[in-house]
């Protein structure tokens, strides 16, 4: 399994609250993602970042941050959470950015907000 | 602009059985396709892709897939369930020359295996 280990796994919190996600890598890939999966959605890409410092946004940002100061670690920040928000987020890797490799995925941690 | 379509919600099989799981793409390029597996409380662990090459993949598990293009589709299968293999599964496409950030996922089949 690729070394991808999300935290918390499990977090409750309430409305209006900031979260933070991490994502923690030890497979030095260069392109990391966060998803959120919510039933008949599958996963939409929130973030993604190709480097330290250099990051982007996915299908479904509003209402998010990311940052990436070291090429192992991952955050995700909701700054004033939202019972939209609830949700099971995943982190992803990959080696290159193309199209035609795969992702590796951490274990998902689950969000909920009310 | 790219989509897919995962035809059953839910497939149920009894062990010991074929499974079939359905998936259906629409891509303007050259796709790549991606089979996931994904077990309780768990990320998603590849199972086979597809990226141009053979049409018929093999994956883990025993798990393969054959890739259509005159039917667009791109269906799991596997000769003989195993209690092991319920789970849901996930077909993706992405643009094969393009970036990894345009992943499309597939809402999901959730296969239940039948003792």
């Known amino acids: 399994d690729a070394g991808i280990t999300q935290s918390p796994r499990h977090k409750v919190t309430e409305t209006g609250t900031p979260v933070t996600l991490r994502c923690h890598q030890t497979e030095n890939h260069r392109y990391m993602y966060w998803y959120r999966q919510d039933p008949g959605h599958g996963l939409r890409l929130i973030h993604y970042s190709y480097g330290v410092k250099d990051t982007d946004k996915g299908e479904v940002s509003d209402g998010y941050s990311v940052s990436r100061s070291k090429t192992e670690d991952f955050l995700l920040t909701l700054e004033s959470a939202t019972s939209s928000q609830t949700s099971v987020y995943f982190c992803?890797?990959?080696?290159?950015?193309?199209?035609?490799?795969?992702?590796?995925f951490g274990d998902g941690t689950r969000l909920s907000i009310l | 602009a790219q989509s897919v379509t995962q035809l059953d919600s839910h497939v149920s099989v009894s062990e010991g059985t074929p499974v079939l799981l359905r998936c259906n793409y629409s891509s303007s390029y050259s796709p790549s396709l991606f089979w996931y597996v994904q077990h309780p409380n768990k990320g998603l662990q590849l199972l086979l892709k597809y990226t141009s090459a053979a049409t018929l993949v093999k994956g883990i598990n025993g798990f393969e897939a054959e890739f259509k293009k005159s039917e667009t589709s791109f269906h799991l299968t596997k000769p003989s369930a195993h209690m092991s293999d319920a789970a849901e599964y996930f077909c993706?496409?992405?643009?094969?020359?393009?970036?990894?950030?345009?992943?499309?996922f597939g809402s999901g089949t959730q296969l239940t295996v039948l003792p």
């Open positions: 993706v496409v992405s643009r094969s020359s393009g970036s990894a950030r345009q992943l499309t």
């Open positions: 992803a890797i990959s080696g290159t950015g193309q199209g035609n490799q795969p992702q590796h």
